[in-house]
């Protein structure tokens, strides 16, 4: 009819505000909404800063994966030589560099040299893979040569050694120093093979972000490779960047045309996909790890009902005769439950954003506290814990949260609705 108020009518809200709001006579009523409103809190920011880390952590991986290797690389079936090796060198790789380059979306290729080698400063020896590769061909590597992170003069590349800054620790060396590379595959004399040995001055240090990367990888000009390890006419393989790596399975096939016959290629995902796969297992269990967490922290909201309804019995039976409907009860009661929600998730919601924000001071306060060493690169592959803000992320745990505090509410608050006026007030 005409005077039937609308549903989430003022009054409503009002009367649910009032019952958030009890008396101290009434604590246990208050205690049990504190409890959940910081249960849904904590456990908000808990699922917001789990999917921010997993986020950042996999951008941070696959960014120093695409910013220093091949989004593809392209090599050739082995075949039998003179003296009965096999292989697998190319002959013609400029020619193959440039049929590459003309693929769509193929941004760079370029031919490269690959040799595992000693390398030795004074009293220090470590073990370094080389990559011949030339001096243009080295400046579009984002995470090599990259002016913030490197030391030194990537110019002058042609003139000497570029060595990653794990190298370098492990060495001690600086721009300027002269390293020796050592490779057991040297020259053939009469009494055997000598060891092949050169000396290159360092004249760039770079740090491209992956623990593996910067202390195992030294960069060589390609005609200085070529001699070295005894390659002259030829390259070991070509590396491809392209425009999307995600979608590097969609060119393969016309790499494959472009390149010719023999060809063979090897991409990135091919190299760290089951690491990404393992990575995405373990998203989608810390999702519901943190999800199950929310669903206790919402079930808290039913217990604080459970005792508001309980508690306000003689109330529900006043409003009840008064001409309040069912309908009318059940909104109050929900929108008491929801309130509650709505509020921890807004609050949750702002924690688990400032604390991806805030991560680095955050993690260096932890770290000093623990008295370092709370991350090993040499395990997780980079030097810090990342954080990444996804609208994506943070809208599922907003729905998440927001949708199971509305559920649960559902219930005590159709039981107040229910209640039977008459036995509410028997003994009152």
Same mark, same amino acid.
């Given at each position: 009819?005409?005077g039937?108020?609308?549903?989430?009518?003022?009054? %409503?809200?009002? /009367?649910?505000?009032?019952?958030?709001?009890? !008396?101290?006579?009434?604590?246990?009523?208050?205690?049990?909404?504190?409890?959940?409103?910081?249960?849904?809190?904590?456990?908000?920011?808990?699922?917001?800063?789990?999917?921010?880390?997993?986020?950042?952590?996999?951008?941070?991986?696959?960014?120093?994966?695409?910013?220093a290797?091949?989004? +593809?690389?392209?090599?050739?079936?082995?075949?039998?030589?003179?003296?009965?090796?096999? $292989?697998?060198?190319?002959?013609?790789?400029?020619?193959?560099?440039?049929? &590459?380059?003309? #693929?769509?979306?193929?941004?760079?290729?370029?031919?490269?040299i690959?040799?595992?080698?000693?390398?030795?400063l004074?009293?220090?020896?470590?073990? #370094?893979?080389?990559?011949?590769m030339?001096?243009?061909?080295?400046?579009? =590597?984002?995470? /090599?040569?990259?002016?913030?992170?490197?030391?030194?003069?990537?110019?002058r590349?042609?003139?000497?050694?570029?060595?990653?800054?794990? #190298?370098?620790?492990?060495?001690?060396?600086?721009?300027g120093?002269?390293?020796? /590379?050592?490779?057991?595959?040297?020259? !053939?004399?009469?009494?055997?093979?000598?060891?092949?040995?050169s000396?290159?001055? *360092? *004249?760039?240090?770079?740090?491209?972000?992956?623990?593996?990367?910067d202390?195992?990888?030294?960069?060589?000009p390609?005609?200085?490779?070529?001699?070295?390890?005894?390659?002259?006419?030829?390259? $070991?393989?070509?590396?491809?960047?392209? %425009?999307?790596?995600?979608?590097? %399975?969609?060119? +393969?096939?016309d &790499?494959? !045309?472009?390149?010719?016959?023999?060809?063979?290629?090897?991409?990135?995902? $091919?190299?760290?996909?089951?690491?990404? !796969?393992?990575?995405?297992?373990?998203?989608?269990?810390?999702?519901?790890?943190?999800?199950?967490? #929310?669903?206790?922290?919402?079930?808290?909201?039913?217990?604080? =009902?459970?005792?508001?309804?309980?508690?306000?019995?003689?109330?529900?039976?006043i409003l009840?005769?008064?001409?309040?409907?069912?309908?009318?009860?059940?909104?109050?009661?929900?929108?008491?439950?929801?309130?509650?929600?709505?509020?921890?998730?807004?609050?949750?919601?702002?924690?688990?954003? =400032?604390?991806?924000?805030?991560?680095?001071?955050?993690?260096?306060?932890?770290?000093?506290?623990?008295?370092?060493?709370?991350w090993?690169?040499?395990?997780?592959?980079?030097?810090?814990?990342?954080?990444?803000?996804?609208?994506?992320? *943070?809208?599922?745990?907003?729905?998440?949260?927001?949708?199971?505090?509305?559920?649960?509410?559902?219930?005590?608050?159709?039981?107040?609705?229910?209640?039977?006026?008459?036995e509410a =007030?028997?003994?009152?």
């Amino acid at each position: 009819m005409s005077g039937t108020p609308p549903p989430f009518a003022p009054f %409503e809200w009002m /009367i649910a505000w009032r019952y958030l709001r009890a !008396r101290r006579a009434e604590g246990g009523v208050s205690v049990m909404t504190w409890i959940s409103l910081i249960g849904i809190t904590l456990a908000v920011f808990a699922l917001i800063a789990t999917l921010a880390v997993r986020s950042g952590f996999r951008a941070e991986f696959v960014d120093t994966i695409l910013g220093a290797n091949a989004h +593809v690389t392209v090599y050739q079936s082995g075949v039998v030589d003179s003296d009965g090796r096999l $292989d697998r060198t190319i002959q013609d790789y400029d020619a193959m560099a440039a049929a &590459l380059r003309s #693929v769509p979306s193929v941004t760079r290729a370029a031919p490269l040299i690959k040799g595992q080698v000693m390398s030795n400063l004074r009293s220090r020896n470590a073990g #370094v893979q080389v990559f011949g590769m030339k001096a243009e061909n080295l400046k579009e =590597l984002p995470r /090599i040569a990259d002016p913030q992170s490197g030391r030194g003069d990537i110019e002058r590349f042609n003139e000497g050694i570029a060595i990653g800054s794990g #190298v370098a620790q492990s060495l001690g060396a600086t721009v300027g120093d002269k390293i020796k /590379i050592i490779s057991p595959n040297g020259v !053939r004399t009469a009494f055997g093979t000598s060891p092949r040995v050169s000396a290159y001055e *360092v *004249v760039y240090i770079f740090s491209a972000g992956r623990y593996d990367i910067d202390n195992t990888r030294v960069y060589l000009p390609f005609k200085e490779a070529q001699n070295f390890f005894d390659r002259d006419g030829v390259a $070991d393989e070509i590396e491809v960047m392209v %425009e999307e790596p995600e979608a590097v %399975e969609d060119i +393969v096939l016309d &790499l494959i !045309r472009a390149a010719g016959e023999r060809t063979l290629v090897w991409t990135w995902r $091919d190299a760290s996909g089951g690491f990404l !796969r393992a990575l995405e297992v373990e998203d989608n269990v810390m999702f519901i790890i943190m999800s199950i967490l #929310v669903l206790i922290a919402a079930m808290n909201i039913v217990s604080g =009902l459970i005792m508001l309804v309980k508690n306000k019995g003689r109330d529900i039976g006043i409003l009840r005769t008064m001409g309040l409907t069912e309908g009318t009860v059940l909104r109050v009661f929900f929108i008491c439950g929801a309130f509650t929600g709505l509020i921890g998730t807004v609050l949750g919601v702002t924690l688990g954003c =400032l604390f991806a924000i805030y991560i680095d001071p955050i993690f260096s306060f932890v770290n000093m506290a623990m008295g370092g060493g709370v991350w090993d690169p040499s395990i997780r592959g980079i030097y810090h814990l990342p954080a990444k803000l996804e609208p994506a992320d *943070v809208l599922s745990a907003v729905v998440l949260s927001l949708g199971l505090s509305f559920v649960v509410t559902i219930f005590p608050a159709r039981r107040a609705a229910r209640m039977n006026p008459v036995e509410a =007030l028997r003994y009152e």
